[in-house]
Nanobody, 118 residues
């Protein structure tokens, strides 16, 4: 139903900004929620931000006010604008999608690395 591919990761200094992109290839009639997750070495994956099928956005408490999730009008690209990055934001970032009616994020991209370091 869906194929996802992230881009835009890199290395920035603390306080810097990055914008991640996720290209979405999908069937014409599929309805889904989509979001960003991250996983740091030695840690469990955690949700960062998401947009549901009604275009309602949600954020993890640790990124509120710093990160913004958005998508283009055709829903072909998902974005994550990250401002005021902290060392603790260093992780592999993934976009993932969950079909309407399911609670499982079944579709995942390959990930893009974000490193925040001075």
């Amino acid at each position: 139903h869906l194929q996802l591919m992230e881009s835009g990761g890199g290395t920035v200094q603390p306080g810097g900004s990055l914008t991640l992109s996720c290209a979405v290839s999908k069937s014409a009639d599929v309805t889904y929620s989509i979001g960003w997750f991250r996983q740091a070495p030695g840690s469990q994956p955690e949700g960062v931000a998401a947009i549901d099928s009604d275009d309602k956005m949600s954020y993890a408490y640790f990124v509120k006010g710093r990160f913004t999730i958005s998508q283009d009008s055709d829903k072909n690209t998902l974005y994550l604008k990250m401002n005021n990055l902290e060392v603790e934001d260093t992780a592999m970032y993934y976009c993932a999608a969950c079909l309407q009616g399911s609670r499982t994020y079944k579709y995942w991209g390959q990930g893009t690395q974000v490193t925040v370091s001075s």
